[in-house]
């Protein structure tokens, strides 16, 4: 899986877990989105890109 399919399945697990109806479906896409950003993370590194925080914030701060 290239880096791009990995970004749009990790949005995708965090979009569906949002909308899941219950909880066994919410912990179910609670671990895809733990699950893709790892993949995204091995795969950053082995292509020597540099470190990408995860964050919180709905926006970065302002400058």
Do not use: C
């Not at 399945?9 to 699950?35: C, I, K, P």
């Amino acid at each position: 899986m290239d880096l791009n399919e990995l970004l749009a399945n990790h949005q995708r697990a965090l979009f569906n877990q949002r909308s899941a109806r219950t909880m066994r479906d919410r912990e179910t896409y609670f671990d895809l989105v733990g699950y893709y950003a790892e993949r995204i993370r091995k795969l950053r590194i082995s292509a020597g890109l540099p470190r990408y925080h995860w964050t919180d914030e709905p926006r970065p701060p302002k400058e």
